[in-house]
């Protein structure tokens, strides 16, 4: 059987860090061995080409593109829906502007429209009075980014029945949705639906294969065949194009057939630790109904502190703001390995 590929000291670490830590499981290597493999760019690869067939099939869509991370999948469907100086609405906190670097203004040279909200979803009324026709004076509005689970709420996920308004909304106005479903299979796990009923409600979406699905790279941008056209050339223009990487589609194709149902574990391990380090009342707290999938965000005095006092017991979190901690909960992530997490948390509030 083919080696796991931990560091030495992984054992030492609860890493909640982060769900993108998980490492490949023995079946993605074993897959990795014995994937049929060509030249993607060339047209040829047969193991891209089935994972592409499988996350179509999976999300109700046309067809898919295997892209190298969340953020070019994101990146591209913005290039494909606007033209330059098109409008965009995204949730304030839309990882597409929180963490891209800039790119919807940078690549697609669109003007970014930001909406508040409590969950990760805008009100539905706030998206209507920014869905505008171009003039001579105003940006069109084309798009609306929605994000499902919502990161940085703490892992929240929008309502089927919001997703259907925000639908009728757009066919209404003549707009797109593109959904940034870097965790939607955990949102639909969370809610007790398949994806595809959520990705019903969108044009387009992206998903992760390297955050709670375990594949060490890659995500899937999914819509109409005409639309992947497209994509697969921005692809290529932003130097995504891969040779054999039918080794990677591998690992998705054991992602998306073994990986799935798993994902309601790492909720149920999240709301367990979340309860109990709120429950200690030692200083770090935590809105209990926010906890809806994998992630927590923990509420503290001082969260740069707080990080470094949990590392020095073994325990990795990021600093998310000023007073909030994020843990993401995950495959490599057990029983035992959040008791841990629970103590830590209890030694560094008496301290
Ligand atoms: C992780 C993530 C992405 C994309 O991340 P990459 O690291 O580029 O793969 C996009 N959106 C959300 C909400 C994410 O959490």
Redesign the pocket.
């Known amino acids: 059987m083919a080696k796991r590929g931990f560091p030495a000291d992984a054992e030492k670490w609860v890493d909640l860090r982060?769900d993108?830590v998980t490492r490949p499981t023995p079946a993605m290597y074993q897959a990795m061995m014995e994937a049929d493999l060509g030249d993607d760019v060339l047209g040829d690869e047969p193991t891209v080409a089935r994972l592409e067939r499988l996350a179509a099939e999976m999300v109700g869509k046309e067809a898919a593109l295997f892209v190298?991370?969340?953020?070019?999948?994101?990146q591209i469907a913005l290039a494909v829906h606007c033209r330059p100086g098109d409008a965009v609405l995204f949730e304030e906190e839309?990882?597409?502007l929180y963490?891209?670097v800039g790119a919807p203004g940078a690549i697609a040279g669109v003007v970014s429209w930001t909406l508040p909200s409590e969950d990760g979803g805008p009100a539905v009324e706030d998206l209507a009075r920014h869905c505008r026709p171009a003039s001579l004076h105003t940006p069109g509005t084309k798009l609306i980014c929605l994000?499902n689970?919502?990161?940085?709420k703490g892992g929240t996920v929008i309502s089927l029945a919001k997703h259907r308004a925000y639908r009728a909304l757009a066919d209404e106005r003549g707009v797109k949705i593109h959904l940034?479903?870097?965790?939607v299979f955990n949102a639909a796990a969370a809610m007790g639906v398949e994806v595809r009923e959520i990705a019903a409600t969108v044009d387009t979406v992206?998903f992760?294969l390297?955050?709670g699905l375990r594949s060490p790279v890659?995500?899937l941008l999914c819509g109409s065949g005409a639309f992947i056209e497209e994509a697969r050339i921005w692809r290529k223009r932003l130097g995504g194009g891969m040779r054999q990487s039918g080794l990677l589609a591998a690992c998705g194709i054991v992602s998306l057939t073994q990986e799935v149902s798993r994902l309601a574990e790492d909720h149920a391990r999240a709301r367990r630790v979340a309860e109990a380090v709120h429950n200690l009342g030692l200083g770090a707290n935590v809105e209990l109904d926010r906890v809806q999938t994998n992630i927590v965000l923990i509420h503290v005095d001082d969260s740069a502190k707080w990080a470094s006092a949990l590392e020095a017991q073994g325990v990795l979190a990021i600093p998310f703001s000023a007073t909030t901690l994020r843990l993401v909960f995950h495959a490599d992530i057990d029983d035992a390995q959040a008791d841990r997490a629970v103590q830590a948390f209890a030694k560094v509030g008496r301290s």
């Open positions: 982060s993108t190298p991370s969340g953020t070019m999948g994101n839309a990882h597409m963490y891209e994000e689970s919502h990161n940085r940034d479903g870097a965790r992206n992760c390297s955050k890659g995500s």
